[in-house]
């Protein structure tokens, strides 16, 4: 069964680049998009971006100037980058597999599969 | 950027009861483009709904999910203790960005 682990620092400082991986499990990083998606404490989810394994990336535009994801194939791996962090940074960071389902000519989009997630607190 | 509004932010019920939970869409949106996931503290979402109308894998049919125009409707036509939970719709149509609802939160009465 794939299975998606986020792995990374456990504390970032502000101004600094909070790096983190996601470890494709039991399953291949070709087709689907990989993603990354944050929760701060109490809040809601917010996409931050994706990569396809084709390599093309879309990121959201609230966050695209400071965001960069990348993929390691043969490591079965893809990562993100957030540059310049600041305490509104501090979240839970899941990496996800988005997948799409074609049914009447259209494609339904969602997001099947989920890493535990990793809480990332941005602190000096 | 298609933003969804979800209500109420918060729902007190008791198990056996229904659950209606809305998800409005700022502009039109196919209903195909339109998911629902389930999260519990300390758990990553689960898809329950997508295409607005297709319960996922494993989901009970106590969950439907239902679209008319830019509004969409995840019922739990009897609540189980299980069900309660944080509940987000979420939209993308293929073209960035991906969007969520802000959640809503099914609390026991």
Same mark, same amino acid.
């Given at each position: 069964?794939?299975?998606?682990? #986020? ?8 101004? #600094? ?7 494709? %499990? ?7 998009? =990989?993603n ?6 109490g809040?809601?989810? #917010?996409?931050i ?19 960069t994801? %990348?993929?390691?194939?043969? #490591?079965?791996?893809? %990562?993100?980058?957030?540059r ?15 997948? =799409? ?15 535990r997630?990793?809480?990332v607190?941005?602190? %000096? | ?10 729902l ?7 659950a ?17 996931? +389930? +999260? ?8 329950l ?8 894998t ?15 409707t995840l019922t ?8 309660f ?6 939209q ?6 991906l969007t ?10």
């Amino acid at each position: 069964q794939v299975q998606l682990q #986020e792995s990374g620092p456990g504390l970032v400082k502000p101004s #600094e680049t909070l790096s983190l991986t996601c470890t494709i %499990s039991d399953g291949s990083i070709n087709s689907y998009y =990989w993603n990354w998606i944050r929760q701060p404490p109490g809040k809601g989810l #917010e996409w931050i971006g994706y990569i396809h394994y084709t390599g093309k990336t879309d990121y959201n535009p609230s966050l695209k100037s400071r965001v960069t994801i %990348s993929l390691d194939n043969p #490591e079965n791996q893809f %990562s993100l980058k957030l540059r310049s962090v600041t305490a509104a940074d501090t979240a839970v960071y899941f990496c996800a597999r988005l997948k =799409w389902s074609a049914i009447g000519g259209k494609k339904n989009w969602y997001f099947d599969l989920w890493g535990r997630g990793t809480l990332v607190p941005v602190s %000096s | 950027e298609i933003v969804l509004t979800q209500s109420p932010g918060t729902l007190s019920l008791s198990p056996g009861e229904r659950a209606s939970l809305s998800c409005r869409a700022s502009q039109n949106l196919t209903s195909s483009y339109l998911a629902w996931y +389930q +999260q519990k503290p300390g758990q990553a979402p689960r898809v329950l709904i997508y295409g607005a109308t297709r319960r996922a894998t494993g989901i009970p049919d106590r969950f439907s999910g239902s679209a008319s125009g830019t509004d969409f409707t995840l019922t739990i036509s009897r609540l189980e203790p299980e069900d309660f939970a944080v509940y987000y719709c979420q939209q993308f149509s293929g073209s960035p960005p991906l969007t969520f609802g802000g959640g809503t939160k099914v609390e026991f009465k």
